[in-house]
């Protein structure tokens, strides 16, 4: 009997060692390849996406949301059987219409047979958000191209990317081309995304393969003219704008032309593209956010009309376009909140502009 107890307990023992966690070695995220930046080399800490000590005029509320990751993530190649993510968090949104792995975790895919594929997901414990966890484990351990998307709603200091010590973990080349800037709302930030890999710009530039440079500004992309100072110094080759969901149809009357002019001015014979806003599913039975609603999207298709409508506008503006995302099934079930899509509708949008972009971005240039 004292044999088989002391034989269990050395079983038991040597299956609890065999099933600790593995060593990491951790490697920041800045140091591999970082992809969607929309300043590169601009910015103090690499994970803000405007410099806030610089570009001035932003509320605090603003200077929280560009300081955020949205759009952005890092590529890699690892051999390693599992990675782990390390984070040092600055400013943590708790949105209650994005999922917590949107908002504050990462989101992996893994390059297979040509095609981006989703692995895995996950973000740190509430309690401890700056604590190591095991974003994906028991992989074959040959090597493995890896898209890491940054979370959504979340300042990072630090970010760090851990492989089993012994395996390798290397930068590789971006695997998107161009830079083309895209600034919106809440959608282009991503709001109500289960992660972060599912917001329609990051969806388009894995359909593509052009690399989208997320300046989504949850709520406050309102055709400002301190948004416009950050706009005319990005180094891009294309401009998508989702400008009118935010502000009010008098807004857009007021802002819009001296807003395209400075774009012109300082982007001159680059395409700019706006998007109508789509449709809302809180105004079906709501007759003032219905009114309200209608009244924008009338207002930004009849702008966009008076400015093509002579020769001399068509002169004008031969390189501002405007196109009509859907993001809205017949069925009407894609709404999380009666304001963003869930996953499927950012899917829809994505999938809805991809032609249309294409096709303008050809006539400049700009191809898969």
């Known amino acids: 009997m004292k044999r088989f107890i002391v034989f269990a307990l050395v079983v038991f023992a040597s299956a609890s060692l065999f099933a600790q966690d593995p060593e990491y070695v951790y490697t920041e995220a800045s140091d591999l390849t970082i992809f969607g930046k929309l300043m590169p080399g601009k910015t103090q800490n690499p994970y803000h996406r405007v410099d806030t000590t610089y570009y001035k005029g932003f509320t605090d509320r603003e200077n929280k949301l560009v300081r955020m990751s949205s759009g952005m993530g890092c590529v890699f190649k690892t051999d390693s059987k599992s990675i782990s993510i390390q984070t040092e968090y600055g400013h943590m949104d708790d949105p209650t219409n994005t999922s917590i792995i949107s908002a504050?975790?990462?989101?992996?895919?893994i390059l297979k047979d040509g095609e981006w594929l989703w692995a895995s997901?996950?973000?740190?414990?509430?309690?401890?958000?700056?604590?190591?966890?095991?974003?994906?484990?028991n992989m074959d351990g040959s090597e493995h191209v890896c898209l890491l998307y940054f979370p959504t709603y979340s300042e990072e200091r630090s970010i760090k990317v851990g492989v089993e010590k012994g395996s390798s973990l290397e930068s590789v080349e971006n695997p998107f081309k161009h830079r083309v800037a895209i600034w919106g709302s809440s959608y282009t930030h991503g709001s109500s995304t289960s992660r972060a890999g599912m917001a329609y710009p990051a969806q388009f530039t894995r359909s593509t393969g052009i690399q989208l440079l997320s300046l989504g500004c949850s709520g406050r992309c309102m055709l400002q003219?301190?948004?416009?100072?950050?706009?005319?110094?990005?180094?891009?080759?294309a401009f998508i704008f989702d400008s009118f969901s935010n502000p009010r149809a008098k807004m857009i009357r007021e802002r819009l032309v001296p807003f395209i002019d400075r774009m012109i001015?300082?982007?001159?014979?680059?395409?700019?593209i706006f998007q109508q806003t789509i449709w809302r599913e809180k105004r079906n039975f709501n007759i003032k956010e219905d009114e309200?609603?209608?009244?924008?999207?009338?207002?930004?298709?009849?702008?966009?009309?008076?400015?093509?409508s002579t020769p001399e506008g068509r002169a004008k503006?031969?390189?501002?376009?405007?196109?009509?995302?859907?993001?809205?099934?017949?069925?009407?079930?894609?709404s999380v909140d009666g304001i963003h899509p869930d996953n499927y509708g950012y899917t829809l949008w994505a999938k809805s502009i991809e032609k249309?972009?294409?096709?303008?971005?050809?006539?400049?240039?700009?191809?898969?």
Request: net charge positive.
């Open 356 to 368: 249309p972009v294409l096709k303008i971005l050809k006539k400049y240039g700009i191809r898969k």
């Open 292 to 308: 309200k609603e209608q009244a924008k999207m009338d207002m930004a298709a009849k702008i966009f009309k008076e400015i093509k």
């Open 225 to 237: 003219d301190y948004f416009c100072d950050v706009l005319v110094d990005v180094d891009a080759e």
């Open 121 to 137: 997901s996950g973000v740190s414990p509430r309690k401890s958000p700056g604590k190591p966890f095991t974003l994906i484990s």
């Open 265 to 272: 001015a300082a982007h001159p014979g680059k395409p700019l």
């Open 317 to 334: 503006y031969k390189d501002v376009y405007f196109i009509t995302p859907e993001a809205c099934p017949d069925s009407h079930e894609a």
């Open 104 to 109: 504050r975790g990462y989101d992996l895919y």
